[in-house]
């Protein structure tokens, strides 16, 4: 059976990971079309809460556990949402997010080993909340300065009048 997205919208949920030095985690998605670093997040799926999601979508895409290997820092109350390009394959036009805010408290060799076992990425690295942005798609960008500005890992640009 084909699945239904409710006003054309997948939720999911989207990890802000950030390792003892205050780096953030961000993978390059396979098979993207495009070059673009990229923040884990997932899917709910049907029946599951949010946190579930975030359990299940962090063994997916990180190959480690969240219940062990991460320390939950915050949640973001607003969901975020934007629209996918054209060029997307989704059998949705847009994406909402609710966002969680964690740490790594795992070794770094798990990571390694979890995300070369992945389907999800084909290479990872921590960088900086700025050059995350910098660096992920373009319809991705506002929704990760949002994030960032949130979790007051940056500080929000605001228009000069």
């Known amino acids: 059976m084909k699945k239904r997205y409710l006003y054309n919208t997948r939720r999911g949920v989207g990890l802000v990971l950030k390792n003892k030095d205050g780096l953030i985690f961000i993978g390059m998605r396979k098979g993207f079309p495009i070059p673009a670093w990229q923040l ?4 709910i799926e049907k029946g599951e809460k949010p946190k579930e999601t975030l359990v299940r979508e962090v063994k997916e895409e990180i190959g480690v556990d969240f219940n062990t290997q ?13 629209t996918l390009p054209s060029f997307s394959k989704a059998p949705f036009k847009r ?6 805010f964690a740490e790594y408290i795992g ?19 921590w960088a900086t909340p700025d050059y995350a942005i910098k660096n992920a ?9 949002e994030v960032f500005a949130y979790f007051n890992l940056i500080h929000p640009t605001v ?3």
């Not at 994406?95 to 969680?100: T, V």
Request: net charge negative; with cysteine.
């Open 40 to 43: 884990p997040q997932g899917g």
């Open 70 to 82: 991460c320390r939950l820092i915050d949640e973001m109350p607003i969901i975020t949402s934007y």
């Open 95 to 100: 994406q909402s997010h609710k966002w969680f």
């Open 107 to 125: 070794k770094e060799e798990d990571l390694n080993r979890g995300v070369n076992e992945s389907t999800e990425f084909n290479e990872w690295q």
């Open 137 to 145: 798609i373009d319809f991705k960008q506002a929704v990760y300065e």
């Open 159 to 161: 228009p000069q009048e």
